[in-house]
């Protein structure tokens, strides 16, 4: 098959079916600068939701424990992986070695003034810092971001201009959301925060941990 016979029959499908959210959905024409954000959780939730690999569709992972609730739009950047490159960056950073990727498509937390009532979507996102934060020694970075054109938050260009009440909100979060009852306890660290310029390292690294993961989806990177 030829390469424009394999660009027809890939948008003759993405009119047919639906996308996969981790892989049918690219990156983004502008990434790591501005990248696509696939919502899973919003802050009304109380339960926390995550895409089924096999199938792409929203599943319940777990409820979330007592109040706690995420207080921003999380989700997953598509087309990104969680592989050696990302755990050798969190490892430098964390000065620490034996580090390994947590295998997932790389977390997002999005701000935004508006009110989205549910998730399933996509939305464009300009990343501005990160959490390093490692999950049972795992590699789990979460990526901060901010919706674009956003009234309130659309302006920031760092995670140092998010006001620390909403800083610490996040890190609470993100430090109990693995609790459940009758759950053993993960072992959940925040390492460190970091800027717009480590954060863009990061997507780029998980972009090509995927691309290394999934030679086989080739004609879908874009």
Known sequence: MSGNQADSVLRLMSLMFRAHPWHGVPIGDQAPEVVTAYIEIV?????????????????????QRFSNYCP????????????????ALFAARAKRTGVVGDGDPLDICVLTEKTIPHSDILLTALPIGGFSLADD?????????????????????????????????????????KSAPGTIQHKVEITSLYG??????????????????????KMRWG
């Open 137 to 177: 020694g795992e590699a789990d970075d979460k990526i901060i971001a901010v919706m674009k054109d956003d009234a309130t938050y659309g302006s920031y260009t760092d995670i140092s201009q998010v006001p620390l009440s909403l800083i610490d909100r996040l890190q609470h979060y993100f430090l109990t959301y």
């Open 196 to 217: 717009r310029e480590e954060a863009l390292n990061v997507i780029r690294t998980s972009h090509a941990d995927y691309k290394a993961k999934f030679p086989e989806l």
């Open 72 to 87: 921003v739009y999380y989700g997953l950047v598509p087309q990104t992986y969680s592989g050696e490159g990302v755990a």
């Open 43 to 63: 802050p009304t939730d109380t339960v926390k939701y995550e895409v089924d690999k096999v199938s792409g569709f929203l599943k319940v992972d777990r409820p």
